[in-house]
């Protein structure tokens, strides 16, 4: 019953989270631009199919939550995850974690984002990672196997991401796979385009 509960809160959240955010944007396409001490990275959520998870990507975005974060894990030949952590590996303060939709569909490709998670499956808050190959253990298979959501995909940029998966890393405190010289996201902004 908590989930259902859970479940009609985020839905109604979403409704009004992409009303505000979108309206009046017909016809164009959504798009979140991270600028990096690497580059820019341009990612299109795919608010039809993940509407959840693109509502709270959006959300934190149009906050500037995500500025001054940094991609504090970065594993080569797997992901490189961001979101959560600034340059001193302090943990932000998030919103409540939201519902799991791994099962949309969409699959962890070379290139597409994720919600990065807990054991739990309805645990993922702020952070997200990009898969750098096909994932294919990610994607959801059954309620024993929920998966991780995909909800958009790298559509400029693709260099930069290869190009934080190959920066130096170490450990920080309890923390593996943290880059050396932290990759900082200085901005990230919605833009729009068609």
Not at 1 to 14: E, I, S
Not at 16 to 38: A, D, N, P, S, Y
Not at 44 to 57: D, G, K, L, Q, Y
Not at 88 to 96: F, G, L, V, W
């Amino acid at each position: 019953m908590k989930y259902v509960r859970k479940a009609a809160v985020q839905l109604a959240f979403v409704s009004i989270t992409l009303t505000v955010l979108l309206f009046g944007c017909q016809g164009e396409r959504k798009m979140v631009k991270l600028e990096t001490t690497k580059g820019d990275i341009v990612i299109e959520p795919n608010e039809m199919v993940a509407p959840i998870s693109t509502a709270n990507f959006l959300r934190y975005t149009q906050e500037g939550f995500y500025d001054g974060t940094i991609f504090h894990r970065v594993i080569p030949g797997f992901m490189i995850q961001a979101g959560g952590h600034t340059p001193n590996m302090q943990t932000k303060q998030t919103h409540e974690p939201i519902i799991n939709e791994a099962a949309n569909g969409l699959k962890n490709n070379r290139g597409t984002v994720a919600m990065a998670r807990l054991n739990h499956p309805n645990s993922a808050t702020s952070q997200f990672f990009i898969n750098l190959v096909d994932n294919n253990y990610l994607n959801y298979e059954s309620p024993r196997n929920p998966g991780y959501a995909v909800f958009g995909k790298v559509i400029e940029g693709m260099d930069v991401v290869d190009a934080i998966a190959q920066v130096k890393t170490g450990q920080r405190g309890p923390q593996t796979d943290v880059p050396v010289e932290p990759v900082i996201i200085k901005s990230a902004k919605i833009i729009r385009g068609r």
